[in-house]
């Protein structure tokens, strides 16, 4: 346990303005202000399904989603094709809203009804990715695999469930309210049972600040305090831009991002056993503010240089880990968007509630597991036990009526 | 695939622009899908369809108001082809209903059918400047359902009679202490009645008997009502002693032997007719393709193909009837040859089944896909099927 020393107060205001991150994998730029950044803004009704990039990844998670996985089982590239265009037409259908067809009486009706006649938009924001394992050998499409994707990684402290990892696809449906993310995934599909089946799905939620600032994950932490600015985007994010002629990914990923999901068990009766000091310690920050432990606010930049031997804020917390602040480990930081679930009871009469930690970032092992290899047998790694998720490339965006997701991959 | 069957008939029947262009109308003016903007249109034997002053194509609500003193069933149709565009049911006297549809080019009229009265047909109004129509379809009636319904009792009649054979020699060998030949002949005798395609009450209590589960049986696999052949199947797979099912067998004999006496007297309710093209399969994903009804026998995957031979006989029958009015019957076939081939791929060498359990993760998606999609594609199957008065 490491003892707390009062932080000076004037060894903080220099980077006052600096946005640090806490949560599970914590990052943000090595001195370089950031500032968490919302390009959609913090409660749109619409989010503009087209465009380069799918713009749901850079708005902040709004009150509810599901992350699900798909495995497709179109049969040829025609037939994945088809599959693209018919999420396309949904998610696009879906984002914008509006009165479903009247088939009178020459079907059963076109909407689930679950939001009522007409469907309202709802805030409702769409991203689709693409696992590797789209790319063997039923489509033609190993020419076309993203460079960098692969299976997700299996850590030290996982404990994975096949049965809730990985998928061809994943889908992640954000919106303010259940009812609105639910009646998506229902419509796509329903459209789609042919050409895709899906392989997990988890619902999650953003709780609301409390009282203040960034929203806090099960464990009472402020979670995703920092992340990129959208000047970074191009160097972070991105693919096909800022990062060089090099990189050597196929030029139909240009516009889309590398996306982490990790389902993530809090084991949330243990972390209420224990002390708040010692809480405080393994992540970095105090669970009131969510300031640095060597700060009084949420935004304090931690002072890392000051504290070489970690007396104040202890070398193995997950903030010091997840993100030295040195410049060799700005280029691993990462845009994360992740949320709290909370789906029932284990057999030993716990419940089952954790995060669906989600980021998106331009390259897998420089950035997602630079940072995980960092915080292997963090201390919290006792309170917290990864069973599922996937590595995806989300898509560029849809850019116009005439384009449908994938377009480019499988032209 | 996944082209859908709404999708498709939407793009085809209105055009996307005009689909969306109407819904920001919507949202502006008729947040619940109707409102005072709207037409109100009089339902009743003296003034049928009265009220639509102002014909517009596109999308719309109409309101319909039964002034009449009956409850009346009300049709917004082509007078000349006959062909339905919007339907509302058990309009009640005094009440309002809104009715959406999308109009196109052409003419128009309500239809008012009174109960216990004779059709009204309002007067024809025409629209003009539109694009094409919303999907319709030309109603089936009673008259069009019989000749279907007699070819499909016949064929149940005579898969009742095969029934009674197989079940007979399931019986002898139960009685004859023979485990194995008793899982074959069951296997056999249970195909046969899946094959019929009894989803969802079709044969009433005798299915409840002959075929019914431990769902609702609070004593489970013990409960004294647990009979028929996922009891004989619980029994023979689980090593009981075969004298003690000779009792079962018996009952099982009895149960059958009573609907194949009872259903020449029955009449099969022409609405189940195209309800049952989708529920047959509904019932082979929820029952079969979940491994839910699985007693030991481990067959779950020869029942849902046995279901799919169920399905084929009503789209057989029932294919006059739908060829002039689903367009997408060729892929209702198609969808029908692609999932029974699916199912087929799993079959051992030795014409045995595996349990469903025991495919990959693959395996399951690709029959779960093509079933799931199959049941889609006959989902309007019941909707176009359903008997309707015209006159």
Redesign the interface.
């Known amino acids: 346990m490491t003892v707390q020393e009062p932080a000076e107060s004037s060894r903080r205001t220099f980077l006052r303005r600096t946005v640090v991150g806490a949560g599970l994998t914590a990052v943000a730029g090595a001195g370089v202000g950031t500032v968490a950044a919302s390009a959609a803004g913090p409660d749109p009704d619409t989010v503009p399904f087209h465009g380069p990039h799918q713009a749901a990844i850079v708005r902040r998670s709004p009150a509810q989603c599901v992350v699900a996985s798909f495995?497709v089982?179109?049969?040829n590239k025609a037939?994945l094709t088809?599959?693209f265009?018919?999420i396309t037409?949904r998610a696009r259908f879906l984002t914008?809203?509006?009165?479903p067809?009247?088939?009178?009486?020459?079907?059963?009706p076109?909407d689930s009804g679950v939001l009522?006649?007409?469907v309202?938009p709802g805030g409702l924001g769409v991203v689709l990715g693409v696992g590797s394992s789209l790319f063997d050998d039923r489509f033609g499409l190993a020419a076309k695999k993203p460079k960098k994707l692969k299976p997700m990684t299996m850590f030290p402290n996982d404990s994975l469930d096949d049965?809730q990892c990985h998928g061809d696809l994943s889908l992640t449906l954000s919106a303010e309210s259940t009812d609105t993310v639910l009646h998506a995934l229902r419509d796509i599909t329903?459209?789609?049972?042919?050409?895709?089946?899906l392989?997990w799905k988890i619902n999650g939620f953003s709780s609301p600040p409390r009282p203040s600032g960034t929203p806090r994950n099960l464990m009472g932490f402020k979670d995703g305090i920092a992340n990129p600015v959208e000047s970074e985007y191009d160097r972070l994010v991105w693919l096909g831009k800022g990062n060089g002629a090099d990189d050597g990914e196929p030029a139909w990923t240009e516009g889309g991002s590398y996306q982490v999901v990790r389902l993530i068990r809090m084991l949330v009766e243990f972390w209420d056993r224990v002390s708040l000091t010692e809480q405080e310690n393994i992540f970095g920050r105090r669970r009131d503010t969510g300031a640095p432990l060597d700060g009084a606010n949420e935004q304090d930049v931690p002072h890392y240089a000051d504290d070489p031997i970690g007396t104040v804020i202890p070398l193995t917390s997950h903030i010091r880990k997840a993100n030295p602040r040195k410049p060799e480990t700005d280029s691993s930081r990462i845009l994360r968007r992740s949320a709290n679930y909370d789906r029932g009871v284990d057999s030993n009469g716990n419940v089952d509630m954790g995060l669906i930690f989600t980021c998106y970032q331009q390259d897998l092992e420089r950035q997602f597991e630079a940072v995980q290899k960092r915080l292997v047998d963090e201390p919290l790694v006792d309170y917290i036990s990864p069973f599922g998720g996937g590595y995806f490339l989300a898509l560029p965006g849809v850019t116009g009526s005439d384009d449908h997701y994938g377009r480019a991959m499988l032209t | 695939?996944?082209?859908?069957?709404?999708?498709r008939?939407?793009v085809g029947?209105?055009g996307v622009a005009v689909?969306?262009g109407?819904?920001?109308t919507?949202?502006a003016v008729?947040?619940?899908?109707a409102s005072a903007q709207d037409p109100e249109i009089q339902i009743s034997r003296s003034a049928c369809g009265q009220g639509w002053t102002d014909p517009k194509p596109g999308?719309q609500t109409f309101r319909l108001h039964n002034t009449g003193a009956v409850t009346s069933e009300v049709d917004l149709i082509d007078p000349v082809s006959g062909v339905?565009?919007?339907?509302v049911e058990g309009l009640g006297t005094g009440t309002t209903r809104p009715m959406?549809?999308?109009l196109g080019n052409g003419p128009y009229a309500f239809r008012c059918l009174p109960e216990d009265s004779a059709a009204i047909v309002g007067p024809t109004t025409t629209v003009h400047g539109g694009t094409d129509r919303?999907?319709?379809?030309a109603?089936v009636t009673q008259n069009d359902l019989l000749g279907p319904l007699k070819v499909y009792e016949a064929k149940v009649t005579q898969g009742l009679d095969q029934l009674a054979t197989d079940v007979g020699a399931l019986t002898d060998a139960v009685h004859g202490g023979d485990r194995a030949g008793s899982e074959k002949a069951w296997l056999t005798a249970h195909l046969t009645y899946e094959r019929l395609g009894a989803a969802y009450d079709a044969f009433g209590d005798s299915d409840r008997a002959i075929n019914g589960t431990t769902a609702g049986l609070p004593g489970g696999t013990a409960d004294s009502g647990f009979t028929g052949f996922h009891r004989l199947e619980y029994g023979l797979w689980h090593n009981e002693d075969l004298r003690s099912l000779g009792g079962v067998a018996d009952r099982l004999a009895t149960d059958v032997r009573n609907l194949r006496t009872a259903f020449p007297q029955s009449q099969v309710d022409p609405n189940d007719l195209g309800l049952r093209a989708h529920e047959i399969v509904e019932n082979a994903l929820q029952f079969e393709l979940t491994g839910n009804t699985d007693y030991g026998s481990g067959t779950n995957l020869a029942t849902a193909r046995a279901n799919l031979d169920g399905v084929q006989t009503v789209l057989d029958v029932l294919r006059p009837v739908l060829a002039p009015r689903y367009p997408a019957l060729s892929q209702v076939d198609s969808?029908m040859t692609r999932t029974e081939a699916t199912l087929d791929a799993v079959r051992r060498p030795d014409g045995s089944w595996p349990p469903v359990t025991t495919l990959s993760?693959?395996q399951r998606?690709?029959i779960?896909?093509?079933v799931?999609?199959l049941?889609?594609r006959l989902?309007?199957i019941?909707?176009?099927a359903?008997p309707?008065r015209v006159s």
């Not at chain 2, 008729?30 to 899908?33: L, N, V």
């Not at chain 2, 919303?134 to 379809?137: F, S, W």
Request: glycine share 12%; aromatic share 6%.
């Open positions: 495995d089982t179109a049969a037939e088809d599959l265009r018919q037409d914008r809203g509006g009165a067809p009247a088939l009178g009486i020459t079907a059963p076109a009522g006649p007409v309202p049965a329903r459209a789609t049972r042919g050409g895709m089946q392989r | 695939m996944p082209g859908s069957v709404r999708t008939w939407v029947a209105a689909v969306v109407a819904v920001v919507a949202f008729w947040p619940d899908g999308p339905i565009y919007g339907e959406s549809v999308t919303g999907p319709g379809v109603p969808w993760r693959a998606e690709k779960n896909a093509a799931s999609e049941t889609e989902a309007p019941a909707a176009i359903e309707r």
